[in-house]
């Protein structure tokens, strides 16, 4: 039953951290966007939130991708006259995301994601081994 623990556990870690991936992923491509009207606000920035729930079939806590937010920090402001996107006073906003920021997290997701696939991996072994044990 150990063994179901632990490829539940890092099977929900996946998928979380998948999720976290995606909105990191969507948040680098929106990175030099502008608004689509004169003035308006740009993409704005998301951050991911996880939660930890419990699965009562196993009774064990397994994390899940929780809310996304919006990051509430201000908009990058460029003076750029000719910008369709500008304002009256030819400012245009830039979205909230740092790239440097986000491929950070990126990476820092990826290797999370890393650590629960080798629990995958490390369990499958685990479970081969006992039945070759079972099977002599």
């Not at 890092?10 to 948040?27: F, H, T, Y």
């Not at 502008?34 to 699965?55: C, H, K």
């Not at 369709?84 to 950070?104: H, I, R």
């Amino acid at each position: 039953m150990d063994f179901i623990k632990s490829l539940t556990v890092a099977a929900s870690g996946l998928r979380a951290q998948m999720g976290r991936m995606r909105v990191i992923s969507e948040n680098i491509a929106n990175a030099d966007s502008v608004a689509q009207t004169p003035g308006g606000d740009p993409y704005r920035r998301r951050i991911v939130t996880f939660n930890s729930e419990l699965d009562r079939s196993l009774g064990v806590q397994v994390p899940e991708l929780g809310r996304i937010q919006t990051d509430s920090s201000d908009f990058l402001v460029k003076h750029e006259p000719g910008n369709p996107a500008a304002d009256a006073n030819g400012d245009v906003k830039y979205p909230n995301v740092n790239t440097l920021v986000e491929m950070t997290d990126l990476r820092d997701a990826q290797r999370s994601y890393e650590a629960n696939l080798n629990v995958i991996t490390a369990t499958r072994r685990m479970i081969q081994r006992t039945i070759d044990i079972i099977k002599t």
